[in-house]
């Protein structure tokens, strides 16, 4: 049998937390991650589906929310769905197998790394990454922008914390970036 | 310049990508009896028009979306935008 080591996206055994000020970056690796794709002409039938799993109605075009399971909006008719890892491990087959073929589902855990930005001060963080209107927003946003070049998800869940999804090959050019900007912000 | 996206609001044009005419949503039948000539039309001759034109511009830097957006070429000025999807729907392209 294998007997293979986990690493996180940065290349490291334990998730990298790194402070600058106001604000704490973190590397989170705990989430499980699956994309929900409306079949063609199934769009209502996916979305009234999606809203009974997550428990609130299927988040609007770039918004995000849930409760166990939380949904953000990544385009016309797609969400992504996030969950706890330890406990949703299998979060792909069983959603795919739940939706009874309304909706395509695809496993994307290994496939995005997250950071997670907590603190004051992060609009001043992000108007230097990103055209996203950070300054507008509450809590519940979700936008898909470019950061450094890097097509992500930036997920506001209250104006102290946002999460980040970047492409996992590209954790540390992404990582780079945001401590950059946090200590040009602070 | 700022394009006014459907679903999103208005967005900087530099979050997105310019594709070009929008006939390009109009991919002839590869079955038909003149599919060459209808593919060399397609792939080559474009009008070049002074005012309003639809063109196909692609959401790169947002949610990916490919959108029909109706600009003058004179003024820059965006009269309609809207989703390719809905236009190729409208138009019987998509089931």
Redesign the interface.
């Given at each position: 049998m294998h007997d293979l080591v986990a690493i996180t996206p940065l290349g490291a055994a334990e998730p990298r937390v790194d402070t600058h000020g106001p604000v704490t970056l973190s590397e989170i690796t705990d989430t499980a991650l699956a994309s929900v794709a409306a079949r063609?002409?199934q769009e209502e039938q996916a979305r009234a589906w999606l809203g009974t799993t997550l428990g609130v109605a299927a988040p609007d075009?770039?918004r995000v929310g849930g409760k166990d399971l939380t949904a953000f909006?990544?385009?016309?008719d797609q969400w992504m769905v996030e969950a706890p890892y330890r406990t949703h491990e299998m979060l792909a087959p069983d959603l795919a197998r739940q939706a009874g073929g309304v909706a395509s589902v695809t496993e994307q855990s290994d496939a995005w790394c997250r950071f997670d930005l907590a603190g004051d001060g992060l609009a001043d963080v992000f108007e230097r990454l990103c055209?996203a209107d950070v300054r507008s927003f509450k809590g519940g946003e979700a936008?898909?922008?470019?950061i450094d070049h890097l097509?992500c998800f930036l997920i506001c869940r209250t104006p102290e914390h946002f999460s980040v999804y970047g492409p996992r090959s590209s954790a540390g050019s992404l990582h780079h970036a945001l401590l950059v900007v946090m200590r040009s912000a602070h | 310049m700022m394009i006014d996206h459907p679903?999103?609001g208005p967005?900087?044009a530099?979050?997105f990508v310019y594709m070009g005419c929008a006939s390009l949503i109009n991919r002839p039948d590869w079955q038909a009896e003149d599919a060459l000539q209808q593919f060399i039309d397609y792939g080559y001759q474009r009008d070049n028009p002074s005012g309003a034109h639809r063109e196909l511009w692609f959401h790169?830097?947002?949610?990916?979306?490919w959108l029909v957006v109706t600009r003058d070429t004179v003024t820059h000025a965006i009269t309609q935008v809207e989703?390719a999807?809905d236009v190729a729907r409208r138009e019987g392209r998509?089931?």
């Amino acid at each position: 049998m294998h007997d293979l080591v986990a690493i996180t996206p940065l290349g490291a055994a334990e998730p990298r937390v790194d402070t600058h000020g106001p604000v704490t970056l973190s590397e989170i690796t705990d989430t499980a991650l699956a994309s929900v794709a409306a079949r063609l002409g199934q769009e209502e039938q996916a979305r009234a589906w999606l809203g009974t799993t997550l428990g609130v109605a299927a988040p609007d075009p770039a918004r995000v929310g849930g409760k166990d399971l939380t949904a953000f909006w990544m385009g016309p008719d797609q969400w992504m769905v996030e969950a706890p890892y330890r406990t949703h491990e299998m979060l792909a087959p069983d959603l795919a197998r739940q939706a009874g073929g309304v909706a395509s589902v695809t496993e994307q855990s290994d496939a995005w790394c997250r950071f997670d930005l907590a603190g004051d001060g992060l609009a001043d963080v992000f108007e230097r990454l990103c055209p996203a209107d950070v300054r507008s927003f509450k809590g519940g946003e979700a936008v898909r922008t470019s950061i450094d070049h890097l097509g992500c998800f930036l997920i506001c869940r209250t104006p102290e914390h946002f999460s980040v999804y970047g492409p996992r090959s590209s954790a540390g050019s992404l990582h780079h970036a945001l401590l950059v900007v946090m200590r040009s912000a602070h | 310049m700022m394009i006014d996206h459907p679903t999103l609001g208005p967005r900087d044009a530099a979050e997105f990508v310019y594709m070009g005419c929008a006939s390009l949503i109009n991919r002839p039948d590869w079955q038909a009896e003149d599919a060459l000539q209808q593919f060399i039309d397609y792939g080559y001759q474009r009008d070049n028009p002074s005012g309003a034109h639809r063109e196909l511009w692609f959401h790169e830097g947002g949610d990916r979306s490919w959108l029909v957006v109706t600009r003058d070429t004179v003024t820059h000025a965006i009269t309609q935008v809207e989703l390719a999807r809905d236009v190729a729907r409208r138009e019987g392209r998509s089931k």
